[in-house]
C-alpha cells in the first residue's frame, strides 16, 4: 500500500512561538487522521501548512510522492481545504453559492438541485446565506464534499454548528470518501465516533513535540 | 488547464462579484457619489467665477475620482478575506493572477467606468469649456483602469490589516501622480485648441503596462495576506 500523503520534520513558528516541531505522519488510502490538541495548539496551522496556504519553517510533504511546491496546479486539484471559515458569500443564496463554488472547483455538471437535498436545504435555496443560521452555512460549504473529486480533504472543524443529523450525514459522507481510497485531515473538539482501525490520531501540544498515536 | 476551463473559472469570479455588488448597491453607489458631492462642493467654496472654476476643473475631477476610488477599496477584497473565499481563490487550480484580473476587471467596471459616464456631469458642474470634455472622458476611460489595478495591488497587501484605510492613502496616492499630471496636460492641451494625442496615449500606454503586470502583483500580495 503506499502512502497517499507523508509528511517530514514538520516544524512551525508563529508569532515567535513553537508550535510543533519534527512532526512527522504518514496516511494510506482509506485512512483518516484526527489532529488534536487545545485551542491555539496550532491545529489550524498544521492544516493550512498541508493545504499549502502557510509555509512551513521546516520540513516537507509529498503527496503522491509529489513535493508540495512541485506542481501546483496538480497540487491543488488532489486536495480539498475547508477551513474555520465557510467561504459562503453572505449576500448570494444558497443555490448560487453552490452553483458559482462548484464552477470555481472545476465541477460543470454538479445537479445543485440534488446536493440542496442531501445536505438538507431544500426550500431554502432562495434564501440568501446571511439569513440562514449558522449551520445552514456549514452545510452549504460543506455540500462541496458531495460533488469533490479531490483526493485529500483538509477539514478544519468541520462538524461546527451542525445538528446530530448533520454529523451523522457527514460521518456517512466521510465513510464513502474513504472506501473509495480518499484520506481526510481533520481537526475536532468532539470525539469521533469512528468504529474503524482506519482512524490515525496526531495530537499537539502546547511547546510539546507533537507525538503520533496510532 | 485549457483556455475553455480558465475563460470558464474568469468569468465565473467575475460573475460572482458582479451578483454580490448587485446585492449591495450602497456599496457601488457610494464613491460615485461621493464624486459628485465633492465636484458640487468647489462652486460654493470657490465662487462662480467661471475663469477660475474652468480652469480647475480637470484637477478637481481627477482628484475626486483618485479618492473615490480609495474609498471604494476596501469593497474589493475585504469581504472575500473575512468570509474566506480570499483562501479558496488562492487554493484554486486556476491561475491566481487570471482570478485577480477578473477582480479588478469588476472593480473598474462598477466605480471607473461609471466614473467615465459621470464625467459630462461633473464637467458641465465646474464649467468646464466643451472642448474639453472629450479629452477629459478620454483620460478617464484610460485612466481608471490604472486606478483600480493599482489600487487592487494596495488593497490586497492591506487586507488582513483591519483597518488599513489611511495606509492605503499614504501608499498608493503617491503612485497616481503622473496619472493626475498627463491627464491634466491632456485636457490643458484640447482647451488650448493643441494636439492631446501624444499624453493620452501615453496614458494607454501606462494602463496596458499596469494591467499587464499588475495581477501578478496582486496575486502576490494575497498570497501574503492569507498566510
Known amino acids: 500500500m503506499s502512502a497517499v500523503i507523508e509528511a517530514k520534520q514538520l516544524t512551525s513558528v508563529r508569532a515567535e512561538r513553537l508550535l510543533f516541531s519534527e512532526l512527522s505522519f504518514q496516511l494510506q488510502t482509506g485512512e483518516i487522521l484526527h489532529v488534536e490538541g487545545p485551542n491555539g495548539a496550532g491545529k489550524s496551522t498544521l492544516l493550512r501548512i498541508i493545504a499549502g496556504l502557510l509555509e512551513p519553517l521546516a520540513g516537507s510533504i509529498h503527496l503522491f510522492g509529489q513535493p508540495q511546491w512541485g506542481d501546483p496546479e496538480c497540487w491543488r486539484r488532489q486536495l480539498l481545504f475547508i477551513g474555520h471559515k465557510p467561504a459562503v458569500k453572505a449576500e448570494l443564496s444558497a443555490l448560487e453559492n453552490l452553483h458559482f463554488q462548484a464552477t470555481l472547483d472545476g465541477v460543470t455538471n454538479v445537479d445543485a438541485w440534488a446536493l440542496l437535498e442531501t445536505v438538507g436545504l431544500l426550500g431554502l435555496e432562495d434564501i440568501p446565506a446571511q439569513q440562514l443560521s449558522a449551520g445552514q452555512q456549514r452545510r452549504i460549504a460543506l455540500a462541496r464534499l458531495w460533488y469533490s473529486q479531490a483526493s485529500l480533504w483538509i477539514l478544519d472543524e468541520p462538524f461546527t454548528a451542525l445538528d446530530t443529523y448533520g454529523i451523522q450525514l457527514l460521518h456517512e459522507r466521510f465513510q464513502h470518501h474513504l472506501q473509495q481510497d480518499g484520506v481526510i485531515i481533520l481537526t475536532s473538539h468532539q470525539p469521533l465516533t469512528w468504529s474503524g482501525d482506519r482512524l490515525k490520531k496526531i495530537r499537539i501540544e502546547f511547546q510539546d513535540d507533537g507525538e503520533l498515536h496510532e | ?227
Open chain 2, 1 to 227: 488547464m485549457n483556455n475553455m476551463s480558465m475563460w470558464r473559472l474568469l468569468t465565473t469570479v467575475m460573475r460572482r462579484d458582479l451578483a454580490v455588488a448587485l446585492r449591495r448597491r450602497s456599496d457601488v453607489v457610494n464613491p460615485l457619489l461621493f464624486v459628485v458631492i465633492v465636484v458640487t462642493l468647489f462652486p460654493l467654496a470657490v465662487g462662480p467665477g467661471p475663469d477660475i472654476l474652468g480652469r480647475i476643473a480637470t484637477g478637481v475631477i481627477w482628484v475626486a475620482a483618485l479618492l473615490s476610488s480609495l474609498l471604494g477599496s476596501e469593497r474589493l477584497f475585504r469581504d472575500d478575506f473575512l468570509d474566506g473565499t480570499l483562501e479558496q481563490l488562492v487554493l484554486s487550480p486556476a491561475p491566481l493572477p487570471l482570478l485577480a484580473f477578473g477582480k479588478v476587471g469588476v472593480h473598474w467596471l462598477l466605480s471607473g467606468l461609471p466614473l467615465v459616464v459621470l464625467a459630462p456631469l461633473c464637467a458641465m458642474l465646474l464649467k468646464l469649456p466643451i472642448a474639453g470634455w472629450g479629452t477629459l472622458m478620454l483620460t478617464l476611460l484610460v485612466g481608471t483602469p490604472i486606478l483600480s489595478a493599482m489600487t487592487a495591488i494596495g488593497a490586497g497587501l492591506t487586507v488582513s490589516l483591519g483597518r488599513g484605510g489611511a495606509l492605503l492613502s499614504l501608499l498608493l496616492l503617491p503612485l497616481f501622480i503622473p496619472l493626475l499630471i498627463f491627464a491634466a496636460a491632456a485636457v490643458e492641451n484640447a482647451l488650448l485648441g493643441t494636439s492631446a494625442i501624444g499624453q493620452v496615449l501615453l496614458l494607454t500606454g501606462l494602463m496596458l503596462l499596469t494591467l499587464l503586470l499588475a495581477p501578478f502583483a496582486v496575486a502576490a500580495a494575497l498570497r501574503v495576506s492569507v498566510n
